[in-house]
């Protein structure tokens, strides 16, 4: 059973850098071929796609995001990263990582995903 794990500072000021890892257990063969997604949601608001990075490294991010963004992958780890810059309270969120086996563009629903991470809380503020 994949078990997906997200995990970073809780806190983090305005105009840092957001630095997430999202640890993966429990995979096996057919994994190493999935797609490695974050999605998040402020507080009160509806989940937003952040971007996908592909079993084979290549990324895709929410075009709003783009600029601010980067997700890479950690082999050796079993983790993909989240990379977030110059953050301002409006990125306060609970950031959650997902896995799927099709490549999925921009979508939140959750049942398009095979696995999810539980998500973790990050909150912007001096």
């Known amino acids: 059973q994949v078990q997906l794990q997200e995990s970073g500072p809780g806190l983090v000021k305005p105009s840092q850098t957001l630095f997430l890892a999202c640890t993966v257990s429990g995979a096996s063969g057919p994994t190493a071929f999935y797609y490695w997604a974050w999605i998040r949601q402020p507080p009160g608001k509806g989940l937003e796609w952040m971007g996908v990075i592909s079993y084979t490294g290549s990324t895709y991010y929410s075009p709003s995001l783009k600029s601010r963004t980067s997700i890479a992958r950690d082999t050796s780890k079993n983790q993909f990263t989240l990379q977030l810059l110059s953050v301002t309270p409006e990125d306060t969120a609970v950031y959650y990582c997902?896995?799927?086996?099709?490549?999925?563009?921009?979508?939140?629903?959750?049942?398009?995903?095979?696995?999810w991470g539980q998500g973790t809380q990050v909150t912007v503020s001096s």
């Open positions: 997902a896995a799927s086996k099709t490549f999925i563009l921009g979508e939140t629903d959750k049942n398009l995903y095979d696995y």
